[in-house]
């Protein structure tokens, strides 16, 4: 079996096609970033097919936003071009990412390719319905997803053979818009073992809440700030990561006792931001299956997290750690306070976390079982 992965970007898809790569079942990886990046990830003997002019463009417009008009869709569309005029001629099988795959299908087909449709997230008519009630509690309108797009993806998903996604809930959202739960295949990230590990953490006086990630409406920033302040005389509140636009007014009135602002850190920074921390906490709205928490909990760190996060695939509730339901802000008061004033319960949850992703939620892991659903979906069509 040989599988081509198209990606307009990064995502996972570099460390899927490392994984393909290791058993012998990467036909060819097409790609908007340049070959040289991509061969520090996957390695050399990839085959490769780039469009660094896109990933240019990308880039470009996340900088000057004004100067573009709909970027994810013009660029999906274009990706999806140059995708379908470059698959591999040996693959049986092409995983395409959602809004830039379209294009590719009927060139698959042409050549009897099956085709898997990897959604990072959940259904994409779910996503914009919640992110349009979250913008909407703060005076904004979310305008991010056009109308255009979501007919995009939605010909995508009916257009595939299969949908992988990275948690049950996100499945869920696809089961409830009328997707056949057999046409989904879910799928965990995984996390690199050796660069996140646990680390000893002396006995603070104040201990560190840890927030990475986009510091967004979207990840449930406003109501982490909400949550937290009642406990600002207790512990300290880290947030690491870009901020959006959305969210500065938010920051700017509300109360930020006891919080930090980082900023972005490099990814050879973040094991020592988690190494400092003492809680790990993720409120988001809406998520597929966010990289940050496998991180931390790699890391040794208890984890209080949505329920929206896809955190219930990873955790059990009270064991690496607890869960709560989006905007809950009392519940996500009670989860944290716990945690501040028992260290012990602490230990034991960040150890617990730490042994659940060392048992199977490595990359290649996360490799092994796509390459199980793959050879399952082209058994069944044979």
Known sequence: MKVAVSVHGRFHAFELAKGLLHRDHLAGLLTTYPGFAVRRV?????????????????RLCQRFPGACTDPSL?????????????????????VGWSGATLEAIPAARDRGMAVVLERGSTHIQHQTEILTQVFERQGLSFADTSPAMIEREMAEYAAADAIAVPSSFAADTFVARGIAREKLIVNPYGVDLSAFSETERPEPSRPRILFVGRVSLRKGVPELLAAFQPLAGRAELHLVGPMEPTVQPVLRSAPMQGVTLRGPVPMDSLPGVYGDADIFCLPSWEEGFPLVL??????????????????????????EGLITAAGDVPALTDAL???????????????????????????QSYADRAIGHYETLLSAGT
């Open 42 to 58: 996957v390695g050399p003997g990839a085959a490769l097919r780039t469009a660094p002019w896109l990933e240019f463009r990308r």
């Open 337 to 363: 306070a716990g945690l501040i004033d028992q260290a012990e319960t602490r230990r034991a949850m960040g150890a617990a976390a730490r042994r659940r992703v060392a048992s199977g939620h490595d990359w």
């Open 74 to 94: 013009t660029i999906g569309q274009a990706f999806g071009r140059f995708a379908a005029r470059n698959l591999p001629p040996a693959a049986a099988l092409l």
């Open 294 to 319: 496998l991180q931390a909990m790699a890391s040794g760190l208890p984890v209080v997290a949505s329920r929206e996060s896809g955190a219930g695939d990873i955790m059990e509730q009270g064991r």
